[in-house]
């Protein structure tokens, strides 16, 4: 490393969070569906707004986000006073471990989530500590028999990211309540908006009736925000006191404010982005069954796709197949899924190219 100043501890020990990938060597149209992105793209309103917006670049933005907490506020029936925004969900979900976890301590969380609860666990000096799930779903018993008196932090995606499966109400419950009240349980709810099931809660019940839980969520997904990053978070006082405490104190550009704002009261484009995944994600996966590939049942704007592990035919040729033809998919080795991708729900046009692409390959025909 040389002779100038060393990181600390651990921190060379982080393996790189790298994402789906935005594009491709040359100027051939790019089908993404890598990273989740919303299919539709951001409302007009939110263009709008963020356009209007661009004449204040020379002034500080509103540190506490008012406006726009007064509309998540208004939308979600949530008291304005435990809401926090923040520069994407990471921002949020970053800042709740440094803020409750430290050196020695210890962070759980699923098997297959979020790689960033790792990262984080390692950046504040704590142990990453994964439950095995059941099915590619979390497993509460497993998560709690993780837990011990080290343990700080609990995150949790909910759906999750990338297996699409999600975790009753009613356990979640049983989770919160079996755990310590030391135990931050942070509910990562980033695809809230694309499931109906109606036993699931996003969090904001838990929330209200707990001293110990909080939710995130973000405009990246259903709301096509991905590029402004903007997060939110709601939770208890002490929590949100916590977070404040330790953001920084202009997170949020003026922009990006105005633009999550508008896009929350363009309900219509936020349901057609719904209705569009409703009727693409299960035809998508039919097609995929046809060919006699596995997909892990998603509520998500996203599908798990196992490949089976002979040469030619595996994840990583698939991939390489399908990236010839302009088509991103996102490899799952990190996770501890070699042999799936991850692949996000375009629309039914970017699908049935997808699925033409993977016909041909299965046929063991060049693509």
């Known amino acids: 490393m040389g002779t100038g100043p060393r990181p600390r501890p651990g921190v060379l020990d982080i393996d790189k969070y790298v994402g789906g990938g935005s594009g491709l060597d040359d100027d ?62 990471d921002e949020l979900l970053t800042l709740l471990g440094r803020a409750y976890a430290g050196p020695g301590d210890e962070i759980v969380y699923s098997a297959h989530g979020f790689l960033m609860y790792s990262i984080i666990a390692r950046s504040v000096g704590a142990l990453p500590v994964a439950a095995p799930e059941w099915a590619l779903t979390t497993d509460v018993d497993a998560v709690l028999a993780k837990v011990n ?7 949790l995606a909910n759906p999750n990211n990338p297996t699409g499966s999600y975790v009753t109400s009613s356990e979640m419950a049983r989770l919160q309540s079996a755990l310590p009240d030391r135990v931050l349980l942070v509910l990562d709810a980033a695809y809230a908006e694309f499931i109906h099931a109606s036993d699931y809660d996003p969090g904001g019940a838990l929330v209200a009736a707990h001293d110990n839980v909080v939710m995130v969520r973000t405009f990246s997904k259903v709301y096509g925000l991905a590029a402004l990053r903007v997060g939110w978070l709601y939770g208890p006082a002490a929590v949100v006191d916590a977070v404040n405490r330790i953001r920084s104190p202009f997170n949020l550009s003026t922009p990006a404010q105005a633009a999550a704002g508008a896009a929350l009261e363009d309900e219509a484009h936020r349901d057609r982005a719904i209705a569009n995944n409703d009727t693409v994600r299960p035809w998508f996966t039919a097609r995929l069954e046809d060919l006699g590939l596995i997909v892990n049942p998603s509520v998500g704007n996203f599908v798990l796709v196992q490949f089976p592990d002979s040469d030619g ?41 997808v699925v033409e692409t993977l016909a041909e390959f299965r046929s063991g025909h060049d693509v």
């Open 28 to 89: 051939a149209r790019v089908i993404n569906i890598a990273s989740n992105e919303s299919a539709l793209g951001p409302s007009p309103l939110a263009v709008e707004a963020y356009r209007a917006a661009s004449d204040r670049m020379h002034v500080y933005p509103d540190g506490d986000s008012l406006r726009l907490r007064q509309r998540l506020a208004e939308q979600h029936q949530l008291d304005i006073d435990g809401i926090v925004c923040g520069a994407g969900s």
């Open 149 to 155: 008196e080290r343990t700080r932090v609990v995150y």
């Open 313 to 353: 035919q595996d994840a990583a040729a698939a991939f390489g197949a399908l990236r010839q033809r302009g088509i991103l998919t996102r490899r799952m080795g990190a996770y501890g899924l070699p042999t799936w991708l991850r692949m996000s729900i375009g629309s039914e046009v970017d699908m049935a190219q």
